[in-house]
């Protein structure tokens, strides 16, 4: 056990949008030899309620993060993309539009060139470009950092080549939230099909159709958005993220079985997705029977009650944020862990101890968010004790013999732009 003193905490700070911006720009002008067009930047994401439901056309209710990925980019005229990362040390790479197909560009450049490949593939007239990267989203934090990646050029490449689907960001709100879901699915057959991971739509939507001080409640099934109003300060309160920075692994295969699972069960069921086992007016029960006699029975039951119950606590955390019952969400909080830990089997040592370490130093709710098997968890804390619940948190960790955690505050922050 070792003991760590908890004043000096980690802190990931957000940078403020010059700063961001002008990063981008100079590693531009340094590396690339010319000055950009411009700079656009999207933000990474925190999901309040609703994991692992996107995929199953359920509901979501993420907000956009402080945090931001900043692109600095220039317009050319044949099909050449060149890109350079300041988090990478790999120097410029360079790919030919016309060489993009799903396996054939590796590592962060996939989402960068897998965006403008879906922008073709979805018949926009979409050349090369230069591009340079600069980002304060924690990458492996669990917090979306490829889907800031992907909205920031997305709403690059809309100005840059005219496309005309981003519309204006003003104060805090997209204006054209239509051509913003049609980049965002973009966005996701970026993600896909070029650098293969098989995630569902809610971060590319948090990220480009989110609305600062809202949280935005996302309808999987037919992509409809509603933005709630959501202002902790308000109500003396504040939401700590805990970044575990725990190792994780096997991520990308953990969430292709637990996607798999679901369509299986919707394949034994008959539903195009879970969710309409969710809105069955008589209730989950008879789809759960049916499910508890195929061979994988035991765990498709786990597994659908948590997509069943996940949505309905969607639901309940609306309602209780619009009824001016901040409080009360906390406990809807807690349910959604309990269920990712043990009906959907997601969570992991780190983010257990992470949100009970919360609880016992006086958090109302917290829960794992995003993927899970690492990232983060969120707590919703009293304004005035961001500082002590981080410290019992790190304390834990220490106590734990686990790596030292990173906190950050997550207020509901304006969409890419
Ligand atoms: C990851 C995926 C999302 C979503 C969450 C779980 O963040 O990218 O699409 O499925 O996991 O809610």
């Known amino acids: ?52 439901t996107d995929y199953n056309g359920g509901l979501a209710l993420p907000v956009a993060l402080p945090h931001r990925t900043y692109a600095a980019v220039r317009r050319r005229d044949d099909d050449l993309v060149r890109l350079v990362s300041a988090q990478e040390a790999s120097g410029v790479r360079e790919v030919r539009l016309a060489d993009v197909a799903p396996g054939t560009v590796d590592g962060w450049a996939a989402y960068v060139v897998g965006v403008a490949w879906a922008l073709r593939e979805a018949g926009h007239d979409v050349g090369g470009f230069d591009v340079a990267i600069d980002s304060c989203v924690p990458f492996g934090a669990g917090v979306s950092s490829s889907a800031a990646l992907e909205a920031a ?71 409809r958005v509603r933005h709630v109003p959501f202002d902790l300060a308000a109500h003396g309160l504040a939401l700590l993220v805990v970044d575990t920075r725990a190792p994780h692994s096997h991520v990308d295969g953990e969430y292709a079985q637990r996607r798999a699972a679901c369509e299986r069960a919707a394949g034994l069921l008959g539903v195009a997705t879970l969710r309409e086992v969710a809105d069955d007016p008589a209730g989950p029960d008879g789809a759960l029977d049916r499910l508890a006699a ?43 862990h309990a269920s990712l830990r043990d009906d959907y089997a997601v969570s992991c040592r780190e983010l257990d101890v992470a949100v009970e370490a919360a609880r016992a130093a006086g958090a109302l709710g917290a829960r794992m968010t995003g993927g899970g098997f690492g990232g983060s968890a969120i707590a919703l804390v009293p304004a005035d004790a961001v500082e002590r619940v981080a410290g019992a948190v790190a304390t834990a960790f220490a106590a734990g013999d686990l790596r030292a955690p990173a906190f950050a505050v997550a207020v509901a922050a304006p969409p890419a732009g």
Do not use: K, Y
Not at 180 to 192: I, K, P, Q
Not at 297 to 320: C, M, P, S, W
């Open 153 to 223: 050029v997305a709403v690059a490449l809309d100005a840059v080549h005219g496309l005309g689907l981003a519309g204006d960001v003003v104060d805090g709100a997209a204006t054209d939230d239509a051509g913003r879901a049609a980049l965002a699915e973009v966005c996701v057959r970026a993600e896909n099909e070029i650098a293969g991971a098989p995630t569902g739509g809610m971060d590319q939507a948090a990220s480009l159709r989110a609305r600062a001080d809202h949280a935005l409640l996302l309808d999987c099934r037919d992509g």
């Open 294 to 336: 195929a061979d994988d029975g035991a765990v498709l039951v786990r597994r659908v009650r948590h997509v069943v119950t996940e949505i309905d606590r969607v639901t309940t955390f609306v309602g209780r944020l619009e009824a001016g019952d901040v409080a009360g969400v906390g406990p809807v909080m807690d349910a959604s």
């Open 1 to 52: 056990m070792t003991d760590r003193p908890t004043d000096d905490l980690t802190w990931t700070a957000a940078w403020d949008r010059a700063t961001g911006e002008e990063r981008a720009r100079a590693l531009f002008a340094r590396v690339l030899d010319a000055e950009p067009d411009g700079v656009w930047s999207a933000p990474g994401r925190v999901n309040l309620i609703g994991e692992h």
